[in-house]
């Protein structure tokens, strides 16, 4: 058995968790609501206060699923009562972010501004000029918002210029020396 599968997922106080054919799993709490088509070859079901997943054999495949689908519902249900975030931190002489609306303005040291519109369900605060938060309850929005931001200029490994995340660590490079 997959060690993650099998684990039953609580439900907590305030948040509806409802399945629909096809596994069709709607989550509802106090953040918002998730709806999301998990595969089809899973059985899920809700027990009282808990939902279970479990799989129909033990094909390679089934026992990758089964772990994941368990883990989708789980970040549905983290998602809709506490929410996500990431935060990523802007180095560089010159380079500052700023939020106009709902546009996020970048200057990375190209010859103009770059601008980013936040997408739906995603709200992005600039803390002072270099710290950036994307919130939401979507993990996977969230995580690939933060990802395209971040790819606006990525951190290069000798002075640790661009666009990092909080927790990243860069592994630095030494530069060349003169000839002797």
Known sequence: MSRIGRMPIAIPAGVTVDIAENNQVTVKGPKGTLNR??????????????????????????????????????NMIIG?????????????????????????????????????????????????QNLIIV?????????????EIREKRAPEPYKGKGIKYVDEVIRRKVGKTGKK
């Open 135 to 147: 919130k939401g309850i979507d993990k996977e929005k969230v995580g690939q918002y933060a990802a």
């Open 37 to 74: 088509a998990l595969p089809v070859e899973m059985t899920i079901t809700k027990e009282g206060e808990e939902v279970k997943v479990s799989r129909p054999n033990d094909l390679k495949k089934m026992k990758s699923l089964h772990g994941l689908t368990r883990t989708l519902i789980y």
């Open 80 to 128: 809709v009562t506490e929410g996500y975030e990431k935060k990523l931190e802007v180095n560089g002489v010159g380079y500052r972010a700023v939020k106009q609306g709902k546009k996020l303005v970048l200057s990375l040291g190209y010859s103009h501004p770059v601008e980013m519109e936040d997408p739906e369900g995603i709200e992005v605060t600039v803390d002072g």
